[in-house]
């Protein structure tokens, strides 16, 4: 699959921010709209446009990535589109939660930029 459109899901700005960089540096022609939490993202995807990926964060207000990828999955507009989910813990019980609920990868927020684009490569299949 080649991806040129993905749906970042995240309240930190910052977290956002780094993901676009990186994200940018892997491939500038790859679009990324941004949504702050599970509702925001869910009329982001209620368009034509729909993104060939979506990256998850868990914790969030209002409808948190749980809440999100339950939504997701059960709508048969969305059920195909790849879900990512990401956290700040890596316990075993999130990873298996993750995949148990529909998501296709989850993975650790890395701690430094070179860890995230190297996790962006490895998950979204560049370079």
Not at 63 to 74: H, K, Q
Not at 101 to 109: L, M, P, Q, R, T
Request: glycine share 4%; net charge negative.
């Amino acid at each position: 699959m080649k991806v040129r459109r993905i749906l970042l899901v995240d309240d930190d700005s910052d977290d956002s921010e780094l993901f676009l960089e990186a994200l940018h540096d892997l491939d500038a022609s790859i679009t990324c709209r941004s949504a702050t939490d599970g509702v925001d993202a869910l009329k982001k995807l209620d368009s034509p446009e729909r993104p060939d990926i979506i990256f998850l964060d868990v914790n969030m207000p209002r409808m948190d990535g749980w809440e999100c990828l339950d939504a997701i999955r059960n709508n048969p507009s969305f059920q195909e589109i790849p879900v990512v989910m990401y956290s700040t813990s890596s316990h075993e019980k999130e990873v298996k939660k993750a995949h148990s609920k529909g998501a296709n990868h989850f993975f650790k927020k890395p701690d430094s930029f070179i860890a995230l684009k190297e996790t962006l490569r490895h998950v979204i299949g560049l370079g």
